[in-house]
């Protein structure tokens, strides 16, 4: 499975394309072609996934039960507006109307890679996110990852 690193800015035309950064490009897997699923992320941002990340996770969810109001909720959240997007041509890809307004995006995106995905944001909103919870970052870590985390750094 792939792992995304790395925070590109992009500039969006008036039509909504970007260019996908060589850095980006260059971290697909081998094979994996120039489709993509985008969808509604959390903190108003739009989530970007290869087909193979997004297959994976669709059988997740696929398997969550309908009988429970509160998956049938969060299936309508997160799947509403899930669309494939394609590379073309020139190297840009097209996010459709509704995921831009939804991301309040407007000329400058950030593409911050989260693993398996990466994130698209407007740029004022994700430095003002990042700004707003860097001082808590800290206290963060340990609470999610302070028994569970494996320090990578012991022993240097």
């Not at 996908?20 to 969808?39: D, T, Y």
């Not at 020139?90 to 989260?114: C, F, H, N, T, W």
Request: hydrophobic residues 40%; negative net charge; proline residues 4%.
């Amino acid at each position: 499975m792939t792992s995304f690193l790395g925070e590109y800015e992009v500039a969006m035309d008036s039509k909504g394309r970007f260019l996908l950064p060589a850095g980006f490009r260059k971290q697909l897997p081998e094979g994996s072609g120039e489709r993509f699923v985008i969808n509604r992320g959390f903190e108003h941002c739009l989530t970007m996934y290869t087909m193979d990340s997004w297959n994976v996770l669709s059988e997740k969810i696929n398997r969550l039960n309908d009988f429970n109001p509160k998956v049938r909720e969060f299936k309508r959240l997160f799947l509403n507006g899930a669309t494939i997007i394609e590379v073309d041509s020139a190297g840009r890809v097209l996010l459709p109307k509704p995921l831009q307004e939804y991301a309040g995006m407007k000329k400058d995106v950030i593409m911050s890679a989260q693993g398996n995905k990466v994130e698209l944001w407007d740029k004022d909103t994700y430095y003002n996110y990042i700004n707003q919870h860097a001082a808590g970052f800290s206290n963060l870590a340990a609470e999610v990852a302070g028994g569970d985390f494996i320090n990578p750094f012991e022993g240097l």
